[in-house]
């Protein structure tokens, strides 16, 4: 069927379209380069499925222009010159999901228990359409049914002045929430009196945040897009950009053929830091590309902190020995810390400590000094990296002993150097700017009362795992989620849905179904957001957002495309009517925050470099945040200068008969919305239950290439966690090493492993044995 709403056409979805079994995949060669053609009709295909023509071809000549829209994939920043589509694969998959013609309607649900929704794959909830009217399943009911948008917030609002203390209430925030929004959600929140914000940063930059605020203090990356080009060296290490952040590999592309060196660190071959054919040239359209990496360690799972100490002893050496390769003069004015740092790194023997560092990281010594002479070649180093490094136990740690790297050779606050954080969700940064964090700083707070006359909640709230704590404790009554998949992806799955079972009222806004609509409270409710390339109008005024890439650009974000459905509402105006509702109009006046610009007035309030917020996020492009240690070289920490770190020599440890698993997306993937089920570069199609085992292993344990197995993880709270039926890969991973997809194998990760200070899972350090499918 179709119909037209403010002139969109609306395609209802197939009711019979099946849920592929995606256990029995084909299995080809894994890649030698990325993008290219390939993505390029990929892109195409992707869109006319979903979007047609008509509207998808507008969305896509608006994704990441001046007057467009933002991405609502990853956060990498765009350069002041634009190309017509400056869009990547990954993009174009992200876009023609969410502007899809297809929408979900109350025919729907009243054909499909939640019983029955609970029963498909996250892929086959995700094509359904898009949400076009609020939903409510009651306490006992088997289906959700309609219902309007004032008697739904009127129910949210009644369980939320129900409570008996603001904490029975946890508000989550993905990172696709713009800063507006954000900014709203938190004032909410912390009006009603509690700093419960979980957010998906608590699931992936977490460690990074930690460990940067601690060492140079300010918890955010150092570089611009221009650094990049301008670094000597560019080391990319637990990271995969020609999957999760493609347009990055432009960046490394010029930085190239300027006469940057890249090393790559990662346990896996990835196409994109192989070879990149840029879609954007005829050569790359006709298989020509850039080889990116100069020198590829294949590191053990975990073995990061072990090589960036040995690189750092190293260099100490070698100044030891009269090569001056220390930044002595930065050292002595800029930092804190040096001797002590030193001293730890230098006693362990020489023997044993090599001996170690080869065992935690499966590098010979000999690559390492390669790396090093790389180094000391190189005057200016900037380090990037991602989930590879920020989901282990050891996490923070390695990224302090990463900072220690670059304090050595004085690679912080001078052009082509400094830290790069790879943020995986679009505004997930500007999120956390705008105040979305449950340990909220002392200033932040004063600037917030002070500004709202009121007096903020100064008790820490919960972060993502604690909020599950309290949830399966019974002391959570209301979940509200302000977009994102929560159930999918947090850990130990079974334990956190079980707990979200717990929680009396669950709310979710957002634009697509997702796991976390059919495993609910006693009751829930599904309201349905306008998306980032959807126009919001008010009174016919078309109103715009804001956002900040992975180095902390601000700009303005344009929907374009008409809704699909006049009931679908603007993520601010459902958290100030909501508020409203619950806390009245004092001392926060919520129907003035409906104008986007007197939000905005008061963020340049409270949050520091948004001075002039509205007048500058209006000159194309946007405005750069201050960032003390790049711009200049003062370090905002407990020693007032930047401080070197002893962090220990901690690596994960396999016991015999057993790998390291590290949970990642496929190609056909972002976060935890599956385009597809496809992964192309590692040569994988049809399925998504495999796990990649390098053949050496596989053939010690007895795992065949095309076999059916169990994983099973094994932990000291000798609880059994099994993820059922994975079609075994044979892959040139590091020895010792797994890798298999999440949000599939998140069940695998239990709730209490967590990496120190930062409390982030650790999913990228599953120890596991596999064990023979009985299932058919």
Not at 101 to 111: Q, V
Not at 272 to 290: I, K, V, Y
Not at 513 to 522: E, F, K, P, Q
Not at 688 to 709: C, I, K
């Amino acid at each position: 069927m179709e119909g037209r709403c403010q002139n969109a056409v609306v395609r209802q979805q197939n009711p019979d379209e099946p849920d592929p079994v995606q256990d029995s995949p084909t299995i080809g060669p894994p890649k030698s380069s990325a993008a290219g053609l390939p993505a390029v009709l990929n892109s195409v295909r992707h869109l006319g499925e979903h979007t047609g023509v008509r509207r998808g071809l507008p969305a896509m000549l608006a994704i990441n222009q001046k007057r467009g829209f933002d991405c609502p994939g990853c956060a990498w920043p765009e350069g002041d010159e634009r190309h017509r589509a400056e869009f990547c694969e990954n993009g174009a998959k992200a876009i023609a999901e969410e502007a899809t013609a297809k929408a979900l309607t109350a025919e729907f649900f009243a054909r499909h228990s939640v019983a029955d929704l609970a029963e498909r794959s996250g892929y086959w909830l995700g094509r359904q359409g898009r949400l076009t009217e609020p939903m409510y399943l009651a306490e006992g009911a088997t289906h959700y049914e309609p219902i309007g948008w004032d008697r739904a917030l009127d129910l949210v609002a009644e369980d939320l002045k129900a409570l008996d203390s603001p904490d029975e209430a946890v508000f989550y925030t993905s990172g696709r929430t713009s800063n507006e929004a954000a900014f709203c959600y938190q004032l909410f929140a912390r009006v009603l009196g509690t700093n419960n914000m979980p957010d998906c940063s608590n699931l992936c930059h977490e460690s990074s945040g930690s460990a940067l605020t601690e060492t140079l203090g300010v918890g955010k990356g150092s570089v611009s897009l221009e650094d990049l080009g301008k670094a000597d060296l560019i080391i990319v290490a637990g990271q995969n950009p020609g999957t999760n952040h493609p347009r990055m590999l432009t960046a490394l592309e010029r930085a190239k053929r300027g006469g940057t060196r890249i090393v790559t660190v990662n346990p896996l071959p990835e196409a994109g830091m192989r070879e990149f054919r840029n879609p954007q040239r005829a050569s790359g359209l006709l298989g020509r590309g850039t080889e990116l990496t100069d020198l590829f360690a294949q590191i053990r799972l975990g073995g990061d902190l072990a090589l960036f100490s040995a690189l750092n002893r190293l260099l100490l050496q070698a100044d030891a020995r009269g090569e001056k390769v220390l930044d002595r003069e930065f050292v002595a004015t800029h930092t804190h810390g040096f001797e002590e740092f030193a001293k730890a790194l230098l006693a362990e023997p020489e023997e044993e400590f090599w001996a170690r560092t080869e065992r935690d990281t499966g590098l010979e010594r000999a690559l390492v000094e390669r790396i090093a002479a790389m180094v000391t070649e190189s005057r200016s180093i900037v380090v990037c990296w991602a989930m590879g490094l920020t989901q282990h136990k050891h996490s923070v740690p390695t990224i302090r002993e990463i900072v220690n790297f670059l304090l050595l050779r004085g690679n912080v606050g001078r052009p082509g150097a400094g830290v790069c954080p790879v943020r995986g969700h679009s505004n997930v940064q500007g999120d956390r700017t705008m105040g979305i964090v449950e340990r909220p700083s002392e200033g932040f707070l004063d600037a917030l009362g002070t500004e709202f006359g009121f007096a903020p909640p100064r008790e820490h709230g919960y972060d993502t795992v604690n909020a599950i704590r309290a949830m399966a404790r019974g002391e959570v009554r209301v979940f509200f989620a302000m977009g994102g998949n929560f159930v999918a992806a947090t850990p130990d799955t079974l334990v956190t849905e079980e707990a979200m079972r717990r929680v009396g009222l669950t709310v979710h806004v957002s634009t697509k179904l997702n796991r976390s609509h059919v495993v609910t409270g006693a009751r829930a409710l599904i309201l349905p957001a306008l998306a980032r390339s959807d126009r919001d109008l008010l009174d016919g005024r078309a109103r715009w957002v804001t956002v900040e890439d992975s180095m902390g650009k601000v700009h303005a974000s344009h929907g374009v495309l008409p809704p699909l459905s006049q009931g679908m509402r603007s993520e601010v105006d459902i958290i100030c009517d909501l508020a409203g509702r619950v806390l009245g109009q004092s001392p926060v006046d919520w129907s003035e925050l409906t104008d986007y610009d007197r939000v905005r007035d008061h963020v340049a309030a409270v949050v520091p470099g948004f001075f002039d917020f509205n007048a500058r996020v209006r000159e194309p492009g946007g405005f750069t945040l201050p960032h003390a240690p790049r711009d200049e070289r003062r370090f905002p920490t407990a020693t007032g200068l930047a401080n070197f770190t002893v962090n220990g020599t901690y690596a994960p440890q396999i016991p015999p008969g057993r790998l390291l698993l590290q949970t990642l997306r496929s190609h056909d993937q972002y976060n935890t919305t599956v385009y597809g089920l496809d992964d192309r570069y590692r040569g994988v199609t049809g399925g998504r239950r495999v796990v990649l085992v390098n053949p050496e292993d596989a053939r010690e344990l007895g795992l065949v290439d095309g076999s059916h197995t169990d994983i099973v993880s094994e932990w000291p709270d000798g609880r059994e966690r099994r993820a059922t039926r994975f079609r075994v890969v044979h892959y040139p991973t590091a020895r010792g090493c797994a890798a298999s997809y999440f949000p599939e194998t998140n069940v695998l990760v239990p709730l209490d492993s967590t990496a120190e200070v930062s409390n982030t899972p650790t999913s990228k350090s599953v120890v596991v044995r596999f064990e023979p499918s009985t299932e058919p």
